[in-house]
């Protein structure tokens, strides 16, 4: 028998009953439905704020407001693999992850949601507590309500919340048969704006700490959610929804020791190699394409192909696993090891003995005078060179903007895009040969550009040994009319002041800039922001400083990126919430 929805609608419509007095989420289903912009400004938000609760400079916990949250489709499809626990999950979503949802996100959704019922042969878990075959069992009806529910809506139903589900079971029963009627509800529920959204109200304060007018703290079951996205980028756990429930998470202590807790998983293994691969920009920007897209010239680079790009990937994602899970977790540690993780191509672009074939990986330490840590990596030196050559100007503004958290902003009007590629040029009528260092000084040195290219190009120089593939080089090679040339490479560089009143490092080579980057405090704060940017998908502002500023390890404390993450998870932004005054 074929499935319909009560009234011919769709099951999100159906959710229009959740804004009934009683309900969680009111004002929350039509913004879903009807992607309603002006019901957003009534949502709660979560910025700012000291670590652990403690005080602000006014003696209260005090945070900023901020909009409302929807899963991203990498989120949802994640969480519908665990709550079915089927892998083979697959879902077609709409890719914006917005505040609000457009009506093609909708009937996106829809389409999943019968996708995934479709599937239900794949399932590996029970989601209905009986035999649904036979004959109407009001138990399981109700059972499976607030199991499946407290699972998908990530924390435990209230009664009116079961008494609408079942009422839509008990209208959908009118027309089909015991397990279509079913079937009507977990479609229903897994569209609704409780999973699709993180709804997150607050509770009302215990005294245990002083909260600033309009500052609530967040729930257990909010606190799991953020946790367990934030860490696994998938629902919460059964482990973790008991810990919530048991009002364990209602202290940062217990939260604490549910942070320390889920790295254990492999999820968080899987979320951080999607973090360092996104903070490598390795899957491209709208200023530059991913990895494995990045146009080489097969002239000068024959040894590329499709199995390099995939094992310059695999390095970086696999040795960040390695030092977060394995090793010391230093973020001076991601920055300086010399630990590789390669196959036969890779080996052979470093220049180290490693597997003889493409398929084969093993660990290799390179060699201490070329390579430490993952900027020295052929991934983000591919990524940021060009064509054909090495590219110290893009490598430069990386590091200044996403390493350093010093952004540009837009180039000038009147900026030159002539190409920097060095060889042989003209100059008082004379043909000289240029090193690309030597290209980019000349075009950069003077006009609107000097300014940034004073910060920019230092940092870059520093990457000068290492050419559009990631390829350690001596000297630079090139050929015009006459004959072929030889060029000394110059990779003196310098970290630029932060703060301003502080000299500027120099260095010489991607060592040396690795290593002064593993001992920068800007370096280390600024991975402190992307990680919370990653735990609350928003940009940190200046209320958000004192929490940042307290997680970030210093090299004295020994302290972990590991460290990090865990103090990120007890500071004010991740466990309270302000209202929005209407």
């Known amino acids: 028998m074929k499935r319909t929805k009560p009234d011919g609608v769709k099951p999100l419509d159906v959710l229009d009953r959740f804004t009934a007095p009683g309900g969680r989420a009111t004002a929350l289903a039509g913004a879903i439905v009807l992607a309603a912009s002006h019901l957003l400004s009534g949502c709660v938000g979560d910025l700012g704020g000291d670590r652990g609760g403690s005080p602000?400079?006014?003696?209260?916990?005090d945070v900023a407001p901020a909009g409302m949250r929807r899963m991203t489709p990498e989120q949802f499809t994640s969480s519908m693999r665990d709550l079915f626990v089927d892998p083979g999950i697959d879902l077609d979503l709409d890719p914006d992850a917005g505040e609000v949802a457009s009506l093609l996100a909708v009937d996106k959704l829809n389409a999943a949601a019968e996708a995934i019922v479709a599937r239900r042969?794949?399932?590996?878990?029970?989601?209905?507590?009986?035999?649904?075959?036979?004959?109407?069992?009001?138990?399981?009806?109700?059972?499976?309500?607030?199991?499946?529910?407290?699972?998908?809506?990530?924390?435990?139903?209230?009664?009116?919340?079961?008494?609408m589900l079942k009422g839509q079971y008990a209208r959908a029963r009118k027309e089909q048969s015991f397990e279509d009627a079913l079937l009507v509800v977990l479609e229903t529920m897994i569209q609704s704006p409780n999973v699709y959204y993180f709804v997150e109200l607050g509770r009302d304060g215990d005294g245990s700490e002083p909260l600033a007018s309009g500052v609530r703290p967040l729930t257990g079951f909010e606190r799991a959610s953020r946790l367990s996205y934030f860490l696994w980028n998938t629902t919460p756990d059964d482990a973790l929804l008991d810990a919530a429930e048991s009002g364990a998470l209602d202290t940062a202590e217990g939260v604490r020791a549910q942070a320390e807790r889920l790295p254990s998983n492999d999820r968080a293994r899987a979320t951080a190699r999607r973090f360092f691969a996104d903070w490598l920009e390795l899957d491209g920007t709208n200023q530059h394409p991913s990895l494995e897209s990045a146009p080489k010239s097969p002239e000068i680079y024959p040894e590329d192909s499709p199995a390099l790009r995939a094992a310059m990937r695999a390095e970086i994602e696999v040795l960040a696993e390695r030092v977060l899970f394995e090793g010391d977790g230093r973020f001076e540690t991601l920055l300086t090891t010399t630990d590789a993780y390669v196959n036969g191509p890779l080996a052979a672009l470093y220049g180290v003995?490693?597997?003889?074939?493409?398929?084969?990986?093993?660990?290799?330490?390179?060699?201490?005078?070329?390579?430490?840590?993952?900027?020295?990596?052929?991934?983000?030196?591919?990524?940021?060179?060009?064509?054909?050559?090495?590219?110290?100007?893009?490598?430069?503004?990386?590091?200044?903007?996403?390493?350093?958290?010093?952004?540009?902003?837009?180039?000038?009007?009147?900026?030159?895009?002539?190409?920097?590629?060095?060889?042989?040029?003209?100059?008082?009528?004379?043909?000289?040969?240029?090193?690309?260092?030597?290209?980019?000084?000349?075009?950069?040195?003077?006009?609107?550009?000097?300014?940034?290219?004073?910060?920019?190009?230092?940092?870059?120089?520093?990457?000068?040994?290492?050419?559009?593939?990631?390829?350690?080089?001596?000297?630079?090679?090139?050929?015009?009319?006459?004959?072929?040339?030889?060029?000394?490479?110059?990779?003196?560089?310098?970290?630029?002041?932060?703060?301003?009143?502080?000299?500027?490092?120099?260095?010489?080579?991607?060592?040396?800039?690795?290593?002064?980057?593993?001992?920068?405090?800007?370096?280390?704060?600024?991975?402190?922001?992307?990680?919370?940017?990653?735990?609350?998908?928003?940009?940190?502002?200046?209320?958000?400083?004192?929490s940042i500023e307290a997680a970030t390890p210093t090299p004295e404390s020994g302290g972990s990126v590991r460290d990090l993450i865990v103090s990120l998870t007890t500071s004010n932004a991740f466990l309270h919430l302000r209202q929005i005054e209407e």
């Open 353 to 546: 003995e490693g597997p003889a074939d493409e398929r084969t990986f093993s660990w290799v330490s390179l060699p201490r005078d070329q390579r430490a840590g993952i900027f020295t990596r052929a991934a983000f030196l591919s990524v940021f060179g060009s064509l054909e050559v090495k590219s110290p100007i893009r490598r430069g503004a990386y590091i200044l903007e996403q390493v350093l958290c010093r952004p540009l902003g837009p180039p000038p009007p009147n900026a030159s895009d002539v190409p920097v590629k060095g060889g042989a040029v003209e100059e008082n009528g004379e043909v000289v040969h240029r090193t690309i260092r030597q290209d980019v000084e000349a075009k950069t040195s003077s006009g609107a550009c000097a300014s940034c290219h004073r910060i920019i190009n230092p940092i870059g120089f520093a990457f000068e040994h290492y050419d559009a593939l990631g390829r350690w080089q001596s000297q630079e090679a090139g050929g015009d009319a006459q004959a072929p040339y030889l060029l000394d490479i110059d990779a003196r560089g310098s970290l630029p002041a932060l703060p301003p009143d502080e000299g500027d490092v120099e260095v010489d080579g991607g060592v040396g800039m690795s290593a002064a980057l593993a001992a920068s405090p800007a370096a280390r704060a600024c991975l402190t922001k992307r990680l919370f940017q990653t735990a609350l998908r928003r940009v940190p502002i200046d209320q958000d400083l004192a």
């Open 56 to 61: 602000s400079a006014s003696g209260l916990v």
């Open 121 to 163: 042969a794949s399932w590996g878990t029970p989601v209905f507590p009986c035999d649904t075959s036979g004959a109407d069992d009001e138990a399981c009806v109700d059972g499976f309500v607030r199991t499946f529910g407290r699972r998908a809506f990530r924390r435990t139903l209230d009664e009116a919340e079961v008494a």
